[in-house]
């Protein structure tokens, strides 16, 4: 199986999910996840969301930057961890806008407590067992059970990405 760039496999594998889970660290420790529709995915795995200046992720990101994002589908898996930054800016907000965001931002793009989050992303990592990389790790299974070894896998199924 040919090799892949692992920073290209890895916006490839997460560029079409519309939701991941965002978490960040709560203040008196532990970690708070929630679902968050991506309002847009850069090649360079920065990633982009609305919030409201009220929610409190605000609070967390403030007090603790670092923050990670996970994708997951029947065959795929990544994360995304970097530093978080809660961003007013107005034009980027017109430029991100949903028409489906009029449900938690009633006033629209002018809302003034809606706000985006940039996660600046450092690294990641994915689990690909699709398509032919399913095949693959299927095959490297069944030989490592009928071998009695460990299963391995190549760097088209699984990397680590710094970003």
Same mark, same amino acid.
């Given at each position: 199986?040919?090799?892949?760039?692992?920073?290209k496999? #890895?916006?490839?594998l997460?560029?079409?999910? *519309? =939701?991941?889970?965002?978490v960040?660290?709560k203040p008196?420790?532990?970690?708070?996840?929630?679902?968050?529709?991506?309002?847009? /995915?850069?090649? !360079?795995? !920065? &990633?982009?969301?609305?919030?409201?200046?009220?929610?409190?992720?605000?609070?967390?990101?403030?007090? =603790?930057?670092?923050?990670m994002? %996970?994708?997951? $589908? &029947?065959?795929?898996?990544?994360?995304?961890?970097? =530093?978080?930054?809660? +961003?007013?800016?107005? &034009? /980027?907000? !017109?430029? #991100?806008? $949903? =028409?489906?965001?009029?449900?938690w931002?009633?006033?629209?793009?002018? !809302?003034? %407590? +809606?706000?985006?989050?940039? /996660?600046?992303? +450092?690294?990641?990592?994915?689990?690909?067992n $699709?398509? #032919? *990389?399913?095949?693959?790790?299927?095959?490297?299974?069944?030989? @490592?059970? /009928?071998?009695?070894?460990?299963?391995?896998?190549? @760097?088209?199924?699984? @990397?680590?990405v710094?970003?």
């Open positions: 199986m040919a090799e892949t760039d692992p920073h496999h #890895l916006y490839e997460v560029k079409d999910f *519309h =939701n991941v889970m965002f960040t660290a008196g420790g532990g970690f708070h996840a929630r679902p968050m529709a991506v309002a847009e /995915l850069k090649p !360079d795995a !920065d &990633a982009y969301f609305a919030t409201s200046l009220d929610s409190p992720k605000i609070a967390e990101i403030e007090a =603790n930057p670092q923050a994002i %996970s994708f997951q $589908s &029947a065959t795929q898996f990544a994360y995304i961890t970097g =530093n978080a930054r809660v +961003l007013r800016d107005r &034009a /980027l907000i !017109d430029r #991100l806008w $949903s =028409n489906a965001w009029q449900a931002f009633p006033k629209g793009k002018d !809302d003034p %407590s +809606l706000c985006i989050i940039k /996660l600046e992303a +450092l690294e990641g990592e994915f689990w690909d $699709s398509g #032919l *990389h399913g095949l693959r790790y299927a095959f490297e299974g069944v030989k @490592a059970i /009928l071998q009695g070894e460990k299963a391995e896998t190549d @760097a088209g199924q699984h @990397a680590k710094a970003l």
